[in-house]
């Protein structure tokens, strides 16, 4: 495939300065065939300004990692909502790439799955790309970075999945995540490699079970056999809900070291340091392991879940001084076993 079609969704909630570094870097790559659709999450900031700001080429956008280049603006931004009914979209098929931002404004927060399938649904309906690369807004790329996914995307064709190479923003030699596996006795994704100095020891493509949501290459005709993720997920475990799907059409997922690019972590959600992070760490834990882990495994889980239902939220409050992750710990434990008592099955869902 020459040049393959490539459509980037963004997405934005209160965080206009992370995007803005996020644009200006990927509007600076040297792939010749990509559009950049932004979805805002019904941000409560001055995100929109900003960003508008950002396009018209009177804001100038700071970083450690690129020359701010103002040759490339203004750039063209076309503004919709959710529906996108607007007709003028239907005139812009073409390559778009340097000089056009789709900016799609939603009415209220739905959250990182429900907002990037709204980024998808238009690209879909628009575009018809090759493939769509889901990328945080807290990222900074390297030019070749889309390059090398594609390349390697086009070659493989058992592949539907791809990731980069990931690097803390801050320790731009330290290694976040050279692809991801899924522990299933911690319940969790673990990310391979994470805090080693990079040398060399993570630069062989390989197949691994789950690439991070951060910077997540999807061929579009994975999509339309397994549709798009899961939007009860909300925050957290959507990728690799995602990725399993696809596993079970028969497509598997590559990490691509030669793609670079550097990562803030947990900007929006927090982790389980934050209340709102925790509360979806833990409400979306069980809904996953629920859907798809083992019977022994499930089991595994349970018996763990229920020795720390104790001690865990109150080394985290203690820890972390913030007696508010003891509530969102509950709240998410409660809302966990509600949603897989009465909206799901353990065999009908898997």
């Given at each position: 495939?020459?040049?393959?079609?490539?459509?980037?969704?963004?997405?934005?909630?209160?965080?206009?300065?992370?995007?803005?570094?996020?644009?200006?870097?990927?509007?600076?790559?040297?792939?010749?065939?990509?559009?950049?659709?932004?979805?805002?999450?019904?941000?409560?900031d001055?995100?929109?300004?900003?960003?508008?700001?950002?396009?018209?080429?009177?804001?100038?956008?700071?970083?450690?990692?690129?020359k701010y280049?103002?040759?490339?603006?203004?750039?063209n931004?076309?503004?919709?909502?959710?529906?996108?009914?607007d007709?003028?979209?239907?005139?812009?098929?073409?390559?778009?790439?340097?000089?056009?931002?789709?900016?799609?404004?939603?009415?209220?927060?739905?959250?990182?799955?429900?907002?990037?399938?709204?980024?998808?649904?238009?690209?879909?309906?628009?575009?018809?790309?090759?493939?769509?690369?889901?990328?945080?807004?807290?990222?900074?790329?390297?030019?070749?970075?889309?390059?090398?996914?594609?390349?390697?995307?086009?070659?493989?064709?058992?592949?539907?999945?791809?990731?980069?190479?990931?690097?803390?923003?801050?320790?731009?030699?330290?290694?976040?995540?050279?692809?991801?596996e899924?522990?299933?006795?911690?319940?969790?994704?673990?990310?391979?490699?994470?805090?080693?100095?990079d040398?060399?020891?993570?630069?062989?493509?390989?197949?691994?079970?789950?690439?991070?949501?951060?910077?997540f290459?999807?061929?579009?005709?994975?999509?339309?056999?397994?549709?798009?993720?899961?939007?009860?997920?909300?925050?957290?475990?959507?990728?690799?809900?995602w990725?399993?799907?696809?596993?079970?059409?028969?497509?598997?997922?590559?990490?691509?070291?030669?793609?670079?690019?550097?990562?803030?972590?947990?900007?929006?959600?927090?982790?389980?340091?934050?209340?709102?992070?925790?509360?979806?760490i833990?409400?979306?834990?069980?809904?996953?392991?629920?859907?798809?882990?083992?019977?022994?495994?499930?089991?595994i889980?349970?018996?763990?879940?229920i020795?720390?239902?104790?001690?865990?939220?109150?080394?985290l409050?203690?820890?972390?001084?913030?007696?508010?992750?003891?509530?969102?710990?509950?709240?998410?434990?409660?809302?966990?076993i509600?949603?897989?008592?009465?909206?799901?099955?353990?065999?009908?869902?898997?």
């Open positions: 495939m020459d040049n393959a079609r490539v459509s980037i969704v963004i997405l934005n909630w209160n965080g206009w300065e992370d995007t803005i570094e996020c644009l200006e870097s990927l509007f600076q790559i040297n792939y010749p065939n990509f559009d950049v659709i932004l979805v805002d999450n019904a941000s409560g001055d995100s929109l300004e900003k960003i508008k700001k950002y396009c018209s080429g009177n804001l100038k956008v700071e970083s450690g990692f690129f280049n103002p040759e490339n603006k203004p750039i931004l076309l503004e919709y909502t959710k529906e996108f009914d007709p003028k979209v239907h005139m812009k098929k073409e390559n778009t790439n340097r000089d056009q931002l789709i900016l799609i404004k939603n009415d209220k927060n739905v959250g990182f799955p429900g907002g990037n399938n709204i980024g998808m649904k238009f690209a879909l309906k628009f575009f018809n790309p090759d493939y769509i690369l889901l990328l945080n807004n807290d990222t900074v790329v390297e030019k070749n970075f889309l390059g090398e996914l594609v390349r390697n995307g086009d070659s493989e064709g058992d592949i539907g999945i791809l990731g980069p190479k990931i690097y803390f923003y801050d320790k731009p030699n330290i290694i976040w995540s050279s692809g991801c899924i522990s299933w006795k911690l319940s969790r994704g673990i990310q391979i490699g994470t805090n080693e100095l040398n060399g020891q993570y630069d062989t493509k390989k197949q691994v079970e789950y690439v991070s949501g951060s910077a290459l999807i061929k579009s005709e994975v999509i339309k056999k397994i549709g798009l993720m899961d939007e009860n997920y909300f925050l957290y475990f959507e990728e690799s809900d990725t399993l799907r696809t596993n079970k059409r028969g497509y598997n997922t590559l990490y691509v070291p030669q793609s670079k690019i550097w990562h803030k972590i947990s900007r929006s959600g927090g982790g389980i340091s934050n209340p709102i992070g925790l509360y979806y833990t409400r979306n834990r069980w809904i996953f392991m629920n859907k798809w882990a083992s019977n022994k495994d499930y089991i889980f349970i018996i763990y879940q020795i720390s239902a104790i001690i865990f939220p109150i080394f409050s203690i820890y972390y001084a913030n007696l508010k992750l003891f509530k969102a710990y509950y709240f998410g434990l409660f809302d966990a509600h949603y897989i008592t009465f909206k799901t099955s353990r065999n009908s869902i898997k």
